[in-house]
Every structure is written in C-alpha cells, then in structure tokens.
C-alpha cells in the first residue's frame, strides 16, 4: 500500500496501546515512530535526578533552565537516549509514571518537547504517538487517530507490561495511577488532551493488533483514495 508522505498523529488515554499500534504501523508502512510520551518521560528522570522535584512533588522553578542542557534522543532501535545513554527501562517505572503528569503539564516543558519533535519530525513520515499530537503538535497532520479502550483493558495492559519488566506492580494502583494520569491530562490548561474533531476514533478494547493494522488501512485507503 502507498501511503502519501503524511504525519500520522495517534493521541489517546495512557495505556490504550497508542504506542505499540504506532510503532506497528511505523513498521508496516515504512514511517518513523516518535514516543512523545517517552520525552515528557525523559523530562521527569532528568527533573528527579537533578533533584528538582520536592517531597510534595512540586517542582523547582529551576528546571526551566536546567532544560537547556538537556539532550534527549532517539537511537536507531528507538531507545529513549539522555545524553546518547539508552534510558528506556529508567523512564517506564512507576516512579517515574507517578510524577510525569505534573511536569508534562508545565508550559515550558511542553514547548520543549513539541520543538523536540518538530526538529526530529522535519523529514516528514512519522507516526506520532501522545495525547496532543493532532490537536496542538502537528494540528495539520495528514490523518489523526484517537485511542481508547475500557479500564480494566488499560490496567490489565499496564500490569503485564510492568510485572513483564520484572518490576512489582499491584493492579488497583496501577488502576488508580491511569485514572490520576487521565484526569491531570485531560485537565491541565496547556493542550488538554482532548479528541480532534477530525480524527478517527478506535476503541482497540477487543481488537487484535492485526485488526487494528486492518482498519487503519481502511481508514487510509477511503482518506487518500489509496487504491493498491
Ligand atoms: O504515553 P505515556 O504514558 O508514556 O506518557 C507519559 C505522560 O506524558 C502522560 O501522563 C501524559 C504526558 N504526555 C503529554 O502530556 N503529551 C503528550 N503528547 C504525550 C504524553
């Protein structure tokens, strides 16, 4: 199948499987994945390791410059890098996912990880995944998709990934975290996440991830009068 030289913006609730489908579609259509996610990730790991964050998980006014000297990456096999060492496993605890919800939502954060983005975006073909890709980050992309699934799918999802890590995890938190995760994100006043009025929603609750390629293609094959 061709696809036109689009952004595909993948925006959602945490743990709607929004990364696996894009890094899948990425795959499959030969586009570069980008985890914006993972960057807000790598913000909060940098903001705790430079101990800016306070016992009551407020944050020091002095990240915002401490950002300047933040280098954060992708590597070849798509490993969040800081300072070009991978530091994927680090950004994917709970203590991490416990604290990135506040720092995503501070606007300074926000302008540096959307001119991150840009800046690795600028080749064009990408599959973006996050919560205001196609709303605020790339508002024209070619095709938006909006993501969900029921609660018990996401906290299901969340616990095998986390206890697959060999990290412990206890359902009813991991549960109560996507539901503070949500709140925070779809709360906050810079790019709330919402649902673009012109993207394609999928509930991927009982979907397989095949089923899931199926109807993208579906999607683009109406979208771009895609014949082959
Ligand atoms: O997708 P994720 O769970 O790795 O994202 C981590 C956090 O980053 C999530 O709680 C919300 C925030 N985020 C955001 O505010 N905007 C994005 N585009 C992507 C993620």
Not at 70 to 76: A, E, I, P, T
Not at 104 to 121: C, I, N, T
């Amino acid at each position: 199948m061709t696809i036109p030289d689009i952004v595909i913006a993948v925006d959602g609730y945490s743990s709607t499987g929004k990364s696996s489908f894009a890094k899948l579609m990425a795959k499959e259509f030969g586009f570069l994945y980008l985890d914006s996610g993972a960057l807000y990730r790598a913000v909060t790991l940098f903001a705790q390791r430079e101990n800016l964050i306070r016992k009551d998980n407020s944050v020091s006014a002095s990240l915002r410059s401490a950002l300047g000297t933040l280098k954060v990456d992708f590597d070849r096999e798509g490993r969040t890098c800081i300072d070009s060492v991978v530091v994927e496993n680090q950004i994917r605890t709970m203590s991490v996912s416990s604290q990135v919800s506040p720092i995503a939502a501070l606007p300074y954060v926000r302008e540096f990880v959307d001119r991150r983005l840009h800046e690795m975006a600028s080749g064009g073909r990408v599959v973006m995944d996050g919560r205001d890709i196609g709303t605020t980050v790339f508002p024209n992309a070619g095709l938006k998709i909006f993501m969900t699934a029921s609660m018990e799918v996401r906290a299901q999802r969340r616990f095998l990934e986390l206890t697959a890590k060999g990290q412990s995890a206890c359902i009813e938190e991991v549960k109560k975290n996507l539901q503070e995760r949500d709140f925070i994100d779809s709360h906050r006043e810079t790019s709330p996440l919402s649902r673009a009025a012109d993207s394609f929603l999928l509930d991927n609750s009982n979907m397989t991830m095949e089923q899931e390629i199926l109807w993208v293609k579906g999607v683009l094959q109406g979208k771009f009068l895609i014949l082959d």
